[in-house]
């Protein structure tokens, strides 16, 4: 019996490491998605900036 209780508690003791470990991997998970959506906001931005700075150049060449 004492066998038996002893690997229960090896059992409990990884689940509880096991549950601490999904939770930590959830946090990440979503500190890496608001990051990629900062990251997306800021890309959006640079490519509009492209955007209207070519068009400018495309402007300013076309008037010669």
């Known amino acids: 019996l004492s066998t038996v209780q002893d690997e229960y508690t090896d059992l409990s003791v990884n689940y509880r490491i096991l549950e ?24 959006t931005y640079f490519l509009e900036e492209t955007d209207s700075i070519c068009d400018a150049v495309d402007d300013s060449s076309s008037g010669h």
Do not use: G, T, V
């Open 20 to 43: 601490s470990k999904l939770h930590e991997s959830q946090s990440n998970i979503s500190e890496l998605k608001l990051a990629n959506h900062e990251l997306e906001k800021q890309l």
